[in-house]
């Protein structure tokens, strides 16, 4: 059995995962979908103060209270860094590190992603300290996102704090023994051929790639927990 430790990208909580969930525990593992502060069902939280050192700790306060050892961290899009960080910190007790159309870490020591999230997402609203979803950008890293999965995913989704994208990880030697895997999606916009042919760095382990968009665990939740399982080992 593998403990899976789900977290979701920008504008999303653990409700992204419903369909992931059950499809990985039919296979007998256990899973642990995440919500970090400020998103989800945890917005009411949000502050300009909220950033990775928050969500590095909602990661690393999930394995500890829900007792988990050995993990497989998954992290999607942005989240990609968050697990990084936390894999960095808990090198001793994480099983591998699986990145789902997300930043891929360089195994540097110098900081590395932060990044203005307004240049490519649109301006935060006033008054507010997150960026929202909109339907322009679904459709352009995600319209196979269609009808009833759409109209959920709107509703629930909540603004990505900014913080969380502007703050850089910074990662230690500790991180170079970590073991990675990928899913690539190849309807988010990526050139995934090229990065797989290594033209946009070295991969660190195996892959797969998916024929979705960026929210795999919406559109192909069944897939995505096939190759999860498949990547953990």
Not at 6 to 29: N, S, T
Not at 109 to 118: E, L, M, N
Not at 170 to 199: H, M, N, Q
Not at 205 to 231: C, Y
Request: glycine share 8%.
């Amino acid at each position: 059995m593998t403990d899976f430790v789900l977290v979701p990208g920008a504008w999303l909580g653990a409700w992204a995962w419903k369909d992931v969930v059950p499809a990985l525990e039919k296979e007998g593992h256990a899973a642990y979908p995440v919500t970090l502060t400020g998103m989800g069902e945890r917005v009411h939280l949000a502050t300009k103060a909220v950033g990775m050192e928050t969500a590095v700790r909602d990661v690393l306060n999930v394995m500890r209270y829900n007792e988990i050892d050995d993990p497989v961290l998954v992290g999607h899009s942005f989240a990609g860094k968050v697990v990084a960080a936390v894999a960095d910190r808990a090198h001793d007790r994480v099983r591998r590190v699986v990145y789902v159309d997300a930043f891929r870490p360089d195994r540097v020591r110098a900081p590395q992603d932060g990044f203005d999230p307004t240049q490519e997402f649109g301006a935060v609203p006033s008054g507010e300290i997150g960026i929202p979803l909109t339907e322009e950008i679904v459709e352009r890293i995600g319209k196979d996102v269609q009808g009833a999965a759409r109209r959920r995913m709107m509703a629930l989704a909540t603004p990505w704090p900014v913080k969380l994208a502007s703050d850089p990880i910074s990662l230690s030697e500790r991180y170079d023994a970590i073991r990675e895997a990928y899913v690539f999606c190849r309807r988010s916009g990526d050139p995934v051929d090229e990065i797989v042919a290594g033209k946009w760095g070295a991969l660190f382990g195996p892959h797969t790639i998916l024929e979705s968009g960026h929210w795999p665990m919406i559109t192909t939740p069944g897939e995505l927990a096939r190759d999860l399982v498949a990547l953990s080992r």
